[in-house]
């Protein structure tokens, strides 16, 4: 497997949820317990923001959660706001300590 | 505070190498893991490989098998990233990663270095 799949684009006006989807396989993300997300604005490096399924690191408002149901794995960002627009990725472990990252989603707030 | 800096930009011609350079400071370097994520123009994050920086103990994806090598230099708190018979498809952003914590590798990622662009050009 490649990449783990995820929604091209979503959209939201601001103080609405969204939630992205990440779907893997019992490979990785049905089979592992090390599922993170990344957010990313243009020109910069990756952040992260929430590891472990749904543990957030310091800092990052508490709007974002993540979760998990078999093979897909979930952020939702609950209350959108402006400076959230920007590129989400996945990450899992995969069997014998790989590292699988998904599609990437463009998050728009209208 | 943990910082990752890594060499500057090159660009290469296709079949040659390239090597990028990535000077850790902040941390005891022994401690944690190391990777290297790459990003095309405009494309996804890929992951391409790890270095258990204690011991020197390697893993790569299998996208790159043959073709990419991860060392480090304990002395000198680096890692190393040499990619060999660069194509046009190269061309990306490489990043090193430094994961959340000491193990198992390939758990999650909380610094970031800067990135370094490689082109690949005739």
């Known amino acids: 497997q490649s990449a783990l799949a995820q929604p091209r684009s979503v959209s939201g006006s601001p103080g609405q949820s969204v939630t992205i989807s990440c779907i893997g396989t019992?490979?990785?993300?049905?089979?592992?317990?090390?599922v993170s997300w990344y957010q990313q604005h243009p020109g910069k490096a990756p952040k992260l923001l929430i590891y472990d399924v749904n543990r957030r690191p310091s800092g990052v408002p508490d709007r974002f959660s993540g979760s998990k149901s078999g093979n897909t794995a979930s952020l939702t960002i609950s209350g959108v706001q402006p400076e959230d627009e920007a590129n989400y990725y996945c990450?899992?472990?995969?069997?014998?300590?790989?590292?699988?990252f998904g599609e990437g989603t463009k998050l728009t707030v209208l | 505070q943990v910082q990752l800096v890594q060499s500057g930009a090159e660009v290469k011609k296709p079949g040659a190498s390239v090597r990028v350079s990535c000077e850790a400071s902040g941390y005891t370097f022994t401690t944690y893991a190391l990777h290297w994520v790459r990003q095309a123009p405009g494309q996804r994050l890929e992951w391409m490989g790890w270095i258990i920086t204690v011991s020197g103990k390697t893993k790569y994806s299998q996208n790159f098998q043959g073709r990419l090598t991860i060392t480090r230099d304990t002395s000198a708190s680096t890692v190393y990233m040499d990619l060999t018979s660069l194509t046009s498809e190269d061309t990306a952003i490489y990043f090193c990663?430094?994961?959340?914590?000491?193990?198992?590798?390939?758990?999650?990622?909380?610094?970031w270095g800067q990135g370094t662009l490689i082109t690949v050009s005739s």
């Open positions: 990663v430094r994961q959340g914590i000491p193990s198992p590798p390939g758990n999650w990622f909380d610094t």
């Open positions: 019992s490979s990785d993300v049905g089979g592992y317990y090390y």
């Open positions: 990450c899992s472990e995969a069997a014998t300590y790989a590292v699988i």
